[in-house]
């Protein structure tokens, strides 16, 4: 049962991650007033995708096409951590938050590396910005995510959504509320989302994600299109089970999942009109504020690291 | 300056007629260096593997294994022994070698006369043995020989490689750190000597539980100081990416892969073993100095381009991360966490035996490079990986294993200093319950830039096209050169797949070593689901390979010009460029950038650029030591006047003086 419902969990962030681009794009469109597509629109586009031709550069080796392979196993398997709908994941209780953030690691080490690889100028930009920004993101996740852990004398993403589940909404601490700001921040660098990066744009003075892939076509492209869907599934997800768990299942009864299903739509809609909102409201930060940007993140998850030896006293 | 002379006039004079020492025909003297190094590491091999198996059986870290006592040559106790922390960093030592000579085979062959092949061959198997002597004796006496020779013979070696001024100027450098270090170390050796009245270890193990307070600080200080020297701590890091890259790519992966841990070793075997438990500040001194060695080696890392001078920097950082985790064992073991210690510990020690891997495998292919290319100049490197694929591809792994990738062995030590760090939140010092978790912050960033850095390694020299002729003519390396790397990143990516095959080992060294009655439970779950997301992902991999696809090459779009040259991709500069940028203020100290006019600064009549071929830790802190050692020296110079009537007066006086304290104080 547990692991009909870990697998469950896995093909909803998997399968669903399409539908949640194609819904923050509709938003967007929304907002802006336009007509916009239709929500289904990012699945037609990876099925179309994935009938069409791969093209390789001529000077590409084994890397370029290994890449979006390693890219699309690493997230979803990043995706085994994250409890959705009860607080039990495949990779749960075993598995523990830097094993996800290093694989999360894995797949953008080999994206920039394929962007390299086609020998274009654009690559090595896209390449270059990334390592950059993940650089850069990559302590303020470490940080906020030992601030949550340390909360709940937990490692694993399960345990910290199991404990926030065991408390009342209103008990929540300062430090639940730091961890949250400073995810908040990293998780729109790392979905590559819009005060860091343009993920409509093709302007090679600001691309960075889209620099990268810019020499992929046909199933590669579909690969990696999905994957980075897949991370921005799987991080909204995260974001959900450690700050606002409430409504997954306690007891797996097939009445309790549905009913935290509804709630985990519910949550989940609610980020997007966030998400949506926010790039529409701001524009895109000149790429050398970026820093600056996270290390806003980094400060406040630092904070929340100190607050938790200083609340223990 | 003369007395400064002296060692460089040796050099000098060794350099010019070592080398047609023997005048053999060259083949067979090949041969028989063959069969020698062969036999020599049988022999190793064999010695290793019965000394493990008794250590094994036993399971005891104080009691002698083997025990060899050539006492009969010095008037010092002279003894061999292996316990377990010697055999962990023997079977280390070990490891890397036999790859290493593996590849030399074919390297050395190719690159040197047949008269310093034999130098070369002496030298090599005489460093090896050397550090073999340090992890495996039992006396100080008999350590400090064999550190001796160890740092002897890899100057030897770097001096096989050629002899130019600057060669001899930085290998000068690298002989005075050195001993500075030793020095340091000897004296810590004589710090102990009052209390135990003999060097043998156990004597000392004895008179560390007893030492007084004073005697203990000076002690740790002076082992931190001297083998932090030898490790490459910053700012004693000086002389290591000076020395490290002129040698031959060989004898560099053995001194940036073993020889580093061989400090490592000396001072876990003084931190852990002899001064069993200290004050916390101890931990934090090394805390703290393995951060900023750390931050700063990846930090310049990312700044250099030359391949080997860039891994030198990296193998500091990595020192860093090793020392954090020491740290972060000592700080738990002053608080009395040892469980918590204990995974400290290992993690520090399991990052040493991955860094000795994988940093020897890098540079072993730096070495197939040079070998193919004749530069390691990563602007000169790219389309590397269609050229010489099975070097491409173990570079590659190595490349994911310093990142600490999961699934390579580098993951398996970061992950376990990490865990350590978040432990740190459940003590009750609230120091330690600030600091330690805050450093996962510092560990992340470190493993972020060094993500930077190696993503430009290997894209940079491996992917695209060619930046120059002879990377476009590159070849692929002969088979000793390609076995000897495949072995070892074979060993990275096992470890890393299946770490329970050497972790438990590892974690139990480390128990008996800071006195923890339990394994610390983390490192069973990380050897129990490492291998379950290796298969999940291996399976997700080819699930996804299956994918039907056609396939077309097709030549890039280069925005209406006739083609893409290499000139057009981003170079090794460029891609760290924006890093570079953000941490600005680090490099600052050595460059100057001046428009003019002033007030106009995106409108300059003139740019001037100057940089500093010095590092600012020369100039500003070896500098002032180096001219306060001279003018001191000038003072003292006064007291030789050249009479002899004054030599006599202080001859009296210091017999006069010397009366006097045995008399009043004796």
């Known amino acids: ?313 | 300056m003369r007395v400064l002379e002296c060692p460089l006039r040796l050099i000098n004079f060794v350099g010019r007629f070592s080398p047609p020492v023997f005048v053999q025909t060259e083949i067979a003297a090949a041969k028989r260096c063959l069969t020698r190094a062969s036999l020599l590491l049988a022999t190793m091999f064999s010695v290793a593997i019965s000394t493990g198996c008794n250590a094994g059986d036993r399971g005891l870290l104080n009691s002698e294994v083997r025990r060899l006592d050539p006492s009969v040559l010095a008037p010092f106790p002279f003894t061999f022994s292996l316990d377990r922390l010697g055999l962990f960093f023997l079977v280390l030592i070990l490891a890397v070698a036999l790859p290493v000579l593996i590849f030399s085979v074919s390297y050395v062959s190719r690159h040197y006369t047949p008269a310093r092949q034999k130098w070369l061959w002496a030298l090599l198997l005489l460093f090896i043995a050397s550090m073999v002597g340090v992890v495996a004796a039992s006396s100080g006496f008999a350590f400090l020989v064999a550190w001796e020779i160890m740092s002897l013979t890899s100057a030897g070696l770097i001096l096989l490689e050629g002899s130019s001024g600057e060669r001899r100027h930085n290998l000068f450098i690298y002989l005075l750190m050195t001993h500075a270090g030793t020095a340091a170390v000897i004296a810590s050796f004589l710090v102990f000597l009052p209390h135990s009245h003999t060097l043998d270890f156990t004597a000392l193990r004895a008179a560390g539980a007893t030492l007084p307070h004073g005697a203990r600080i000076a002690l740790f200080l002076l082992a931190f100081v001297g083998f932090g020297t030898k490790a490459g701590i910053i700012p004693l890091h000086l002389w290591l990416p000076r020395a490290h890259p002129i040698a031959p790519s060989p004898v560099s992966a053995l001194m940036s892969g073993v020889m580093l841990k061989i400090a490592v070793y000396g001072f876990v075997r003084f931190a852990f073993d002899f001064l069993p438990g200290g004050p916390a500040w101890f931990g934090y001194l090394v805390l703290i100095a393995g951060a900023v060695s750390g931050l700063l080696g990846v930090l310049y890392a990312l700044a250099v381009h030359d391949l080997k001078r860039l891994l030198a920097y990296s193998s500091i950082e990595n020192i860093g991360i090793i020392y954090m985790g020491l740290g972060a064992a000592l700080i738990f073991t002053a608080h009395d966490a040892r469980t918590w210690a204990a995974l400290a510990l290992a993690g520090a020690l399991v990052h040493s035996l991955n860094h000795a891997l994988f940093k020897s495998l890098l540079f072993l292919g730096s070495g197939a490079i040079a070998d193919s290319t004749h530069t390691v100049d990563l602007e000169k490197l790219g389309g590397l990986q269609r050229r010489m694929p099975v070097t491409g591809s173990v570079f590659l792994i190595g490349c994911c294993s310093i990142m600490g990738l999961p699934l390579f062995n580098g993951f398996i030590g970061e992950w376990m200093i990490l865990r350590s760090f978040i432990g740190g939140s459940t003590l009750v010092n609230t120091n330690a319950q600030l600091v330690l978790p805050l450093m996962v912050g510092v560990l992340a960033l470190i493993g972020g830039l060094a993500a930077a850095c190696f993503v430009r390694v290997y894209g940079v020299a491996f992917l695209g096209r060619p930046r120059s002729a002879e990377a476009e003519n590159a070849h692929a390396s002969p088979r000793a050169m390609r076995v000897g790397t495949v072995m070892l990143a074979s060993a990275c990516m096992a470890m890393g797949v299946w770490p329970g095959i050497f972790l438990r080992p590892i974690v139990s060294l480390a128990q008996s070593l800071v006195r923890a009655a339990d394994a610390p439970p983390e490192t069973l779950m990380i050897s129990h689901v490492i291998p379950w997301v290796a298969a999940a992902f291996i399976l997700l991999l080819g699930g996804t390979a299956l994918l039907k696809r056609v396939k077309r090459q097709a030549r890039t779009w280069a925005c209406g010009l006739p083609g893409l040259t290499s000139r057009m991709q981003y170079t090794s500069n460029s891609i760290t460029k924006p890093v570079r940028f953000v941490f600005a203020r680090v490099y600052k100290a050595d460059r100057t950038l001046q428009m003019l006019p002033e007030d106009r600064p995106y409108f300059p009549a003139s740019i001037s650029y100057h940089s500093e071929r010095t590092t600012s830790y020369e100039r500003s802190l070896y500098r002032p030591f180096v001219d306060g050692v001279m003018a001191a020296a000038n003072q003292l110079r006064r007291l030789q006047t050249g009479n002899i009537q004054v030599y006599l007066l202080y001859i009296v006086l210091t017999l006069v003086l010397l009366l006097l304290y045995l008399r009043f104080a004796g």
């Open chain 1, 1 to 313: 049962m547990k692991i009909a419902l870990g697998i469950l969990q896995m093909v909803l962030l998997v399968m669903g991650a399409p539908l949640l681009r194609g819904i923050v794009g509709r938003l967007k469109a929304l907002l802006q007033r336009r007509q916009g597509a239709s929500v289904w629109r990012p699945y037609s586009d990876l099925w179309k995708l994935l009938h069409k031709e791969d093209l390789t550069p001529p000077s590409a080796s084994f890397v370029f096409g290994l890449a979006p392979l390693l890219v699309f196993a690493a997230s979803i398997l990043v995706t085994a951590f994250i409890p959705l709908l009860a607080d039990s994941a495949l990779l749960g209780s075993a598995g523990d938050f830097i094993l996800m953030v290093y694989l999360l690691a894995f797949g953008r080490f080999f994206l920039a590396l394929g962007g390299i690889d086609g020998g274009s100028a654009f690559g090595g930009m896209g390449a270059s910005r990334e390592v950059l920004v993940s650089c850069l993101a990559e302590a303020p996740l470490l940080l906020g995510l030992v601030a949550v852990a340390i909360q709940s004398s937990s490692v694993s993403i399960v345990g910290m959504a199991g404990w926030a589940l065991g408390q009342s909404f209103f008990n929540i601490s300062a430090v639940h509320l730091l961890a949250f700001l400073a995810l908040a921040i990293v998780a729109l660098a790392e979905t590559g989302r819009m005060p860091v990066d343009n993920p409509t744009t093709h302007l090679e003075l600001t691309m960075i994600h889209e620099g990268m892939v810019l020499e992929y076509s046909g199933p590669n492209l579909a690969l990696i299109e999905w994957a980075s869907a897949i991370k921005l599934s799987a991080i909204i997800g995260l974001l959900i089970a450690i700050f606002a768990p409430w409504g997954m299942a306690v007891a797996s009864s097939p009445a309790g999942i549905g009913l935290a299903l509804v709630v985990l739509l519910a949550k989940t809609f609610a980020i997007l009109v966030a998400l949506a909102v926010i790039e529409s409201a701001i524009a895109k930060l000149r790429m050398y504020a970026v820093p600056d940007f996270l290390g806003v993140a980094a400060a406040i998850s630092t904070l929340a690291v100190i607050l938790t030896a200083l609340m223990k006293r």
